[in-house]
């Protein structure tokens, strides 16, 4: 059991664990309406929207997760706005900030004497270089996220769902529509610095998706995303020990991993259900026809 539980007797495994444990609630939280809304794209432009406030930050010496809100609040409004434009559709105006965003980050990054260094610790993050006022930064995050949640439930489950519906019973869809992109802002900015915009939708996507088969509410959809997301986490960093592979890498191609084996699940269970119900179906023919014969003689 060495082997098992070695790793993480290292005080730095440790805390990479906690962190890619709390980031995982947290994704699960706004992962569960990406993925319900089909979103992906949208979390994939504000994760390089990202870029510029980073970028700027590092120039200037000042707090990367500062300027990664800043970006965030710019992608936000970005986005909002962009979507009430009638002559434009969503996806266009989106793709326009992703380019638009991520080409001003890297020009500003250019400017810095470690271009390619900044730029891979943005791209693919540190897991391993968790510290402990991080912690204590994801615990707030996680604690926001969940408030948000917990109010926001109603408007954003009749937004999945039904926009329309969701402005007849008086919740304001628009409102509700950019607190759910405040949210999605939060888990990006939250988990940029411990996986990389390049492997945070692995977390923020993977396990809400592998969820959806198991499932019978969005509640439990977010419960199992995060239980999944926990796991890619535990065994990614033990692999990662092991293989002396990228720990944030491994722990999202994990995360994805765990998706295909939960659809290959889901969709071996459909079958043997299917069997099962024509097998049933065939049976209840077969008696019902001897009991007409029975009947008629």
């Known amino acids: 059991m060495e082997w098992l539980t070695g790793p993480f007797e290292v005080t730095f495994v440790q805390r990479a664990l906690w962190g ?7 994704c699960a939280l706004a992962g569960t309406w990406v993925v319900l809304r089909g979103m992906a794209f949208l979390g994939d432009a504000m994760s390089h929207g990202l870029l510029p406030g980073v970028a700027l930050a590092a120039l200037l010496g000042g707090n990367l997760l500062v300027g990664a809100l800043l970006s965030a609040a710019v992608m936000t409004a970005g986005v909002t706005a962009l979507g009430r434009t009638p002559r434009l559709s969503q996806d266009t105006g989106i793709g326009l900030l992703f380019v638009g965003m991520l080409s001003l980050g890297v020009i500003i990054v250019s400017r810095s004497q470690s271009f390619a260094v900044d730029l891979t610790g943005f791209l693919f993050g540190d897991v391993l270089a968790v510290r402990e006022q991080d912690l204590v930064l994801l615990g707030a995050a996680l604690l926001l996220a969940l408030t948000v949640s917990v ?7 009749a937004l999945a769902f039904d926009p329309r519906k969701a402005r007849t019973l008086g919740l304001r869809p628009r409102v509700a529509h950019a607190v759910l992109l405040g949210l999605l802002a939060l888990a990006i900015v939250a988990s940029f610095h411990i996986v990389g915009t390049l492997l945070v939708l692995g977390l923020l996507i993977a396990p809400p998706a592998a969820a959806l088969p198991w499932a019978r509410s969005v509640r439990a959809v977010m419960a199992i995303a995060a239980l999944l997301g926990t796991a890619a986490t535990f065994f990614g960093l033990l692999l990662s020990w092991h293989l002396s592979t990228a720990a944030g890498a491994t722990v999202s191609a ?7 084996l939960s659809h290959l699940a889901s969709g071996v269970r459909h079958r043997h259900r299917h069997r099962h119900r024509h097998r049933h179906r065939r049976r209840g023919c077969g008696c019902g026809e001897a009991g007409r014969a029975v009947a008629t003689a």
């Open 20 to 26: 890619g444990m709390l980031v995982s609630a947290i």
């Open 254 to 260: 994990l995360a994805v991993g765990l998706f295909f």
């Open 151 to 157: 109010l926001g439930h109603r408007a954003f489950l």
